[in-house]
């Protein structure tokens, strides 16, 4: 499950008063957010994990920088994007900031983690999926390949790429709508 | 499942002080006058006008002080949010225009009243070069103290934080510099201070980039 902005606010506020137990829940929450988080923008994996044990160890250091009086999201994601720009600059990857870490430097990319969350969202959905179809979608959707390279991809016709994606699209749309109609 | 580092992370957890960047930052504040007006003193030909009596009741003395104690407190009220993770501060770069805007007005409007035989006098004064300089000299120390304190905060637009500390320091030693300056007419102001305060500001968002890492 994953916890909403309040809940992690108030974690934040009972950590910040050196409550443990809290503190403890609030990491473990963070956690694999953080690993989305790098794992989509950095590509070597032990880094990727570095990153996320770096940015734990700031949100440790830095917990008193937390004013409880503002949303805590921004917060952690300000010190999750500083730890991957920090990364990108040790690196020498300066032409090789992602598009969305350029929203985010103009402040607009805020939402960050709640589109990994949907990310994560979409994952658990796909996987109800039959194989060739959540295949399909993954590859023309999500990796943005055309039907054609994914087709080449599967080893399978350009025609049966598009009725898995549509009929893959389909089911996905009608299982979304079920399970926001669950969640309300 | 258990991980060792939220495990080390949690263990022995003390409460923190949520007020710690705030205090430390209005302590260069007080610390940023003292040194200011250190460094103005150690400054050769400087002066505190001999007229201050007088020119207390000016009401372009005040204007002055308005000018770069707002700017100072546009740049000091911006850090307390820019030395915080995720903070912004859009206000640290439309407050100063605008304040600029609002006097370059009144300026305007006064270089109308004058004499077109005074303008050159009216906005070079005669002390240009030392009035830029001197701020920016005034500043850089003032500028030092704020980066220290910000650095140990969480600072996560670097140069946009750099900006806000130039402007704080910039306008604290403005002010300083004011005290002793006896230029008076808004064209100078508009002009001479203005270019002291956002020369230490621009130079805040260069360094503050490489500086203010954490």
């Not at chain 1, 032990?46 to 949100?59: F, G, P, R």
């Not at chain 2, 923190?16 to 705030?22: A, C, K, L, T």
């Not at chain 2, 201050?52 to 850090?79: C, H, M, Q, R």
Request: with cysteine.
């Amino acid at each position: 499950m994953i916890a909403s902005e309040n809940e992690l606010r108030t974690m934040m506020i009972a950590s910040q008063d050196g409550d443990a137990p809290a503190y403890r829940h609030l990491l473990t929450a963070l956690r694999p957010r953080l690993e989305i988080f790098y794992r989509r923008r950095v590509h070597d994996g032990s880094a990727a994990e570095d990153l996320v044990q770096e940015a734990l160890m700031a949100i440790h250091i830095k917990r008193d920088t937390f004013d409880p009086g503002q949303p805590f999201t921004p917060w952690v994601y300000g010190i999750a994007r500083y730890k991957l720009l920090d990364y990108y600059r040790r690196h020498h990857k300066h032409q090789s900031v992602p598009l969305d870490g350029i929203a985010e430097f103009i402040g607009e990319a805020d939402h960050g983690f709640a589109a990994a969350d949907a990310r994560m969202d979409l994952g658990r959905l796909m996987q109800d999926l039959p194989a060739a179809q959540s295949r399909a979608v993954q590859l023309t959707k999500l990796e943005e390949l055309s039907v054609a390279e994914a087709a080449e991809k599967t080893q399978s016709g350009t025609s049966a790429v598009k009725v898995n994606v549509h009929r893959g699209l389909k089911a996905l749309i009608a299982k979304f709508q079920k399970s926001e109609a669950e969640n309300v | 499942m258990s991980d060792p580092l939220i495990d080390s992370l949690t263990a022995d957890l003390k409460p923190v002080n949520r007020h710690r960047i705030g205090h430390r930052l209005a302590l260069c504040v007080i610390a940023g006058l003292i040194l200011g007006a250190a460094v103005f003193w150690l400054l050769p030909g400087r002066m505190i006008r001999s007229d201050l009596d007088i020119a207390v009741t000016e009401p372009n003395f005040w204007l002055k002080f308005g000018f770069t104690a707002g700017l100072a407190l546009v740049g000091y009220f911006s850090l307390r949010q820019l030395s915080r993770p995720g903070g912004d501060a859009p206000a640290a770069v439309r407050l100063p225009v605008a304040i600029w805007l609002g006097l370059a007005l009144i300026a305007a409007v006064s270089l109308i009243v004058t004499p077109v035989d005074n303008w050159t006098g009216w906005i070079l004064g005669s002390t240009a070069v030392r009035c830029v300089t001197y701020i920016v000299l005034i500043s850089l120390p003032i500028m030092g103290l704020f980066f220290i304190a910000v650095r140990r905060g969480a600072p996560t637009r670097l140069a946009m934080a750099g900006w806000a500390t130039g402007l704080a320091a910039g306008g604290i030693g403005a002010t300083i510099y004011g005290l002793g300056c006896p230029e008076s007419s808004v064209g100078f102001l508009a002009v001479w201070y203005a270019l002291g305060i956002i020369s230490t500001g621009l130079i805040g968002a260069f360094t503050g980039r490489h500086l203010l890492r954490w």
